[in-house]
T-cell receptor, first 112, second 114 residues
Framework: AQSVAQPEDQVNVAEGNPLTVKCTYS??????LFWYVQYPNRGLQFLLK??????LVKGSYGFEAEFNKSQTSFHLKKPSALVSDSALYFC??????????FGTGTRLQVFP | EAQVTQNPRYLITVTGKKLTVTCSQN?????MSWYRQDPGLGLRQIYY???????DKGDVPEGYKVSRKEKRNFPLILESPSPNQTSLYFC?????????????FGPGTRLTVL
């Protein structure tokens, strides 16, 4: 079965420090991977995606993610966290029927 | 501005009282879907539509209905809401079923069923 795992319910980081939000996946065939962010009382906003090509994907707001096929991971990263990055982050994978499968979400808290 | 809109944004209702949550997109997208978001469960797909008059069940369709009479609109209908349908609902759209284009989400509808 296709699935996405976000092993951390919450990630805490100090402003200015690097951040990582973890995601691993299980899918048959080539994975199409996505990260979305949800700010309070808002819908999901697209951050970045991996379809093919370079394993390091750059996205909105200075975020990037690295696709690692051998570890079946797609961790979200940012070199220097901002307080305004505090939000709920979702990893998703497209399954063979083209449905998006979402992880359970990771709440990122950036402290001043 | 390209967007997906949903109404209402907040709704409190009682068990058994039929309700409809509207969804509309202005991007001429063929593919639309509904999700519910619950703590610890992420987003789960309720129904999706590949085009006008073509709808299909997602992972959690029980208790819900949808229709797709026009390309831009994809309402979610709860014929007899129950408390276990209290949730945050999102409508989404993308170009077509197989597209790798970005999927756009509406702002969400927070539903409480008493």
């Amino acid at each position: 079965a296709q699935s996405v795992a976000q092993p951390e319910d919450q990630v805490n980081v100090a402003e200015g420090n690097p951040l990582t939000v973890k995601c691993t996946y299980s899918v048959s065939g080539n994975p199409y991977l996505f990260w979305y962010v949800q700010y309070p009382n808002r819908g999901l906003q697209f951050l970045l995606k991996y379809i093919t090509g370079d394993n390091l994907v750059k996205g909105s707001y200075g975020f990037e993610a690295e696709f690692n096929k051998s570890q079946t991971s797609f961790h979200l990263k940012k070199p220097s966290a901002l307080v305004s990055d505090s939000a709920l982050y979702f990893c998703a994978v497209r399954d063979p029927t083209d449905k998006l499968i979402f992880g359970t979400g990771t709440r990122l808290q950036v402290f001043p | 501005e390209a967007q997906v809109t949903q109404n209402p944004r907040y709704l409190i209702t009682v068990t058994g009282k039929k309700l409809t949550v509207t969804c509309s997109q202005n991007m001429n997208h063929e593919y639309m879907s509904w999700y519910r978001q619950d703590p610890g469960l992420g987003l789960r797909q309720i129904y999706y539509s590949m085009n006008v008059e073509v709808t299909d069940k997602g992972d959690v369709p029980e208790g819900y209905k949808v229709s797709r009479k026009e390309k831009r609109n994809f309402p979610l209908i709860l014929e007899s809401p129950s408390p276990n349908q209290t949730s945050l609902y999102f409508c989404a759209s993308r170009t077509d079923k197989s597209s790798t284009d970005t999927q756009y989400f509406g702002p969400g509808t927070r539903l409480t069923v008493l």
